[in-house]
């Protein structure tokens, strides 16, 4: 048998590296043509590598797409960074029609089991499309597990049950009203993958690093970083962002009613110890192993609708995970990944307005977590919340 | 909620002065020409007295070399630096306007990911002049930007926000990495443009880097003492470090603000890593004290003013730093003479600087 040639060498190292080549569009033709081949046959092909190719303008290549029928966006190359077994997507149903939902996040969906908790207030049927790995909860679920119990698990509440009956390590939750966005590059964001990374990477809350997350690639800790800080801490909440419809309260919503997030801004930071921050329920991952007893809706507003403005639930659960993260030394991330909010329910916030009590339920919330000291001798995360809820009365 | 104002920014160009430290040449000017001529220059000439700076034709600017700094200053000249970029400082102190900003001889105008070029000035201009909001952290970043605001859950009460006192910029390129990472990645060049700007919570510190740099002189002016570096000390790369951390505890104890982030300006020289490694030796070890010191640090509520917190922040240096190397005590002395220089340059208004000498022109 002869041996590799040099230039067959060359393509295998460079199909190793692929995900990570810019450019081909200097190789000759034949060349292009031979690593696309071998790409498909080590399964490497993604959406990126995809663009690469027929970025080089071969028309072989192209012709070879169209006969095999590759499509984008396609199935995702396995993340070789998680597992199913680690990881639950839990998604609230505020809403019956989650077709196009869940078909918009079927690549990133479709490995992991899903928990769907429906909102015990909503009477319609769910309508989900087949294929996943998934299991609906339902009020008679809630109930029968829990019987009565002090927490309302309608609306917004509902996914909380859905952490409670989780058995991962990992949970990934994302509103209903929420797709995949595109990044600057025009690669649809792998909001799983980017969680993932973001739980799987240091945190680093004890000083600032100006180029954000060093772990990221192509970056690192700046000078005058203390080198003692750089191990990091261990990353037990991710919070993520929103393009086009953000966050708003129902206030900003009325008066910026034509405001749209449109800056995406590419990065992860650590949110820094004894900082505090309103995390949003709407994009969020968590360690569930670790953080889940923190993970509960304490604070309900006396009028909270379905609307995610008329809720502060998730807002009080970041807090309460923050000051516990913080004393037991673990860290919290914001920034990546984006998801696109629509908004079709921007409109109606006016309406929320009238009955709205959120104006004054900050001001008094936040000085509570910012001066709340956990006893040195909680050094679980639930003897943290125990003693947190002990203030509180 | 944040109104975000979409009037064009202000030049403010008599109101801000933009100082240089160089020992070589100001070329580099040439390419920030468009953004930097109507402003006035305060350029501080370390090294060589002797040389002759050539400055690009049609800036307005007034030149200070080391002759220029021992005859103004007298015996308080020994708390700038020598044979190090921390000399800038002495720029703020002779500096009669209410806003600085720094920037390095080797750094030059970026493209923004559309291909534009950016003005820094302008993006700093409006750093400053929006509020800073260190009280609680917003998710959406800067809310005063146009196109973003406070997110739900953000109280009321605090988004009026606090002054901006400090405006830190980032740099495309060349990163900057301390010499033991630029040794390990010598390769590794910022590629990332992060589109936000940031205030840094209170109570939490920063590296601060002075290549892309400024600040509200009136409201923090004194805090920004670059510190004993170069000629004759153990110790160099730790200047605009040891400002960072004096400023933020000062910052946050008094109630103003600091924003990081755009703008981006593009690092073009990488230092030499070996040379880097023989100035930041001792700092690399120091700074694993030096931390520690920082995020301790209480100031009494007496300390009303910068220049009193700062006098304060001497006296602990002397008192917990002196004990990890004799070099803390001289930097004690060093910030108790900077104090001493800046009031007597920047006497308050009616009063007369003492001065030796007028500025001299160009």
């Not at chain 1, 190719?53 to 070789?80: R, S, Y």
């Not at chain 1, 820094?272 to 304490?298: E, H, Q």
């Not at chain 2, 901006?164 to 900057?176: E, F, M, R, Y």
């Not at chain 2, 300390?303 to 004990?323: D, I, P, S």
């Amino acid at each position: 048998m002869r041996p590799p040639s040099l230039l067959s060498l060359t393509l295998d190292s460079a199909l190793l590296h692929i995900a990570h080549i810019a450019d081909l569009s200097h190789l000759p033709d034949h060349l292009v043509i031979d690593l696309f081949r071998r790409t498909l046959s080590a399964g490497k092909l993604t959406e990126k590598v995809l663009k690469l190719f027929l970025a080089t303008g071969c028309e072989e290549i192209i012709l070879a797409v169209q006969l095999l029928n590759i499509k984008q966006p396609i199935v995702p190359v396995l993340p070789t960074r998680c597992s199913e077994s680690e990881v639950d997507i839990v998604i609230a149903a505020l809403q019956p029609n989650l077709t196009t939902f869940f078909e918009a996040w079927r690549p990133f969906f479709s490995r992991f089991h899903i928990i769907v908790v429906k909102d015990p207030d909503m009477a319609e049927n769910l309508q989900i499309p087949t294929g996943f790995d998934l299991k609906v909860y339902t009020k008679s679920d809630i109930n029968g597990v829990l019987g009565a119990s002090s927490i309302n698990f309608s609306g917004h509440s509902c996914r909380y049950f859905g952490y409670l009956v989780s058995r991962k390590k990992y949970v990934i939750s994302i509103d209903d009203n929420c797709l995949p966005v595109k990044d600057t590059a025009g690669s649809t964001v792998d909001v799983v993958a980017q969680h993932m990374a973001n739980l799987k990477t240091p945190a680093t809350p004890f000083f600032f690093n100006t180029l954000y997350d060093p772990y990221r690639k192509g970056v690192d800790f700046v000078r005058g970083y203390p080198f003692s800080l750089r191990e990091g801490v261990e990353c037990m909440l991710s919070c993520g962002l929103w393009m086009h419809n953000a966050d708003y309260d129902p206030m900003t919503h009325v008066v910026k009613r034509n405001q749209r997030n449109t800056t995406y801004v590419d990065a992860v930071m650590t949110v820094p110890l004894g900082a505090m921050l309103p995390v949003s329920g709407i994009n969020v991952a968590f360690n569930r192993d670790v953080l889940g007893p923190a993970m509960f809706p304490g604070l309900r507003l006396q009028n909270e609708g379905k609307h995610r403005w008329d809720t502060l639930e998730d807002i009080w659960n970041g807090l309460c995970a923050k000051v516990v993260c913080d004393s037991l030394g673990y860290g919290v991330k914001t920034g990546l990944p984006y998801v696109m909010r629509s908004d079709a329910e921007a409109g109606k916030a006016l309406e929320s307005l009238k009955d709205w009590e959120g104006v004054k339920v900050m001001d008094d919330v936040l000085p509570f977590f910012q001066s709340l000291k956990l006893s040195r001798t909680a050094v679980t995360v639930d003897d943290c919340v125990k003693g947190a809820s002990w203030n509180c009365t | 909620m944040a109104s975000a104002s979409h009037a064009p920014t202000p030049l403010l160009k008599d109101e801000l002065d933009i100082v240089i430290p160089t020992i070589r040449n100001l070329d580099f000017l040439e390419m920030w020409r468009p953004f930097f001529q109507p402003y006035h220059l305060i350029i501080v000439q370390d090294g060589d007295p002797s040389k002759t700076i050539r400055v690009p034709e049609g800036f307005d600017y007034e030149l200070y070399n080391r002759n220029d700094i021992n005859r103004m200053l007298g015996p308080k000249a020994s708390c700038i630096s020598f044979k190090d970029s921390a000399c800038r400082c002495f720029g703020y102190m002779v500096s009669k306007k209410k806003y600085i900003y720094t920037i390095d001889d080797d750094c030059f105008v970026a493209k923004d990911p559309s291909g534009k070029d950016i003005n820094a000035l302008e993006q700093h201009i409006k750093n400053l002049l929006s509020p800073s909001t260190p009280f609680f952290f917003n998710t959406l970043y800067d809310p005063y930007r146009v196109g973003a605001d406070f997110v739900r859950g953000y109280p009321f009460s605090l988004r009026e926000g606090v002054p901006t006192a400090v405006s830190h910029g980032l740099w495309l390129n060349i990163p900057d990495y301390d010499a033991p990472t630029q040794l390990v990645k010598p390769l590794e060049r910022n590629t990332r443009y992060v589109d936000a700007i940031l205030t840094i919570p209170k109570g939490t510190l920063f590296p601060m880097c002075g290549m892309n740099l400024a600040f509200d002189r009136e409201l923090i002016g004194p805090a920004m003492y670059f510190g004993l570096m170069g000629d004759g000390q153990p110790i160099g790369r730790y200047d605009d470090m040891w400002a960072g951390w004096c400023t933020k505890v000062i910052t946050d104890h008094l109630g103003l603000g600091v924003k990081t982030g755009l703008p981006y300006i593009w690092h073009s020289k990488a230092s030499n890593p070996f040379v880097n490694l023989k100035k930041e030796y001792n700092g690399i070890f120091w700074q694993e004290e030096l931390i520690p010191f920082f995020q301790s640090v209480s100031l009494p509520k007496e300390a009303t003013t910068v220049q009193k917190c700062y006098l304060e922040l001497a006296k602990q240096v002397r008192a917990k730093l002196g004990k990890v190397d004799g070099y803390f005590n001289k930097l004690a002395d060093s910030m108790v003479t900077w104090i001493e220089a800046w009031d007597e340059l920047n006497p308050p208004k009616g009063g007369v600087p003492t001065a030796n000498g007028p500025p001299p022109k160009k």
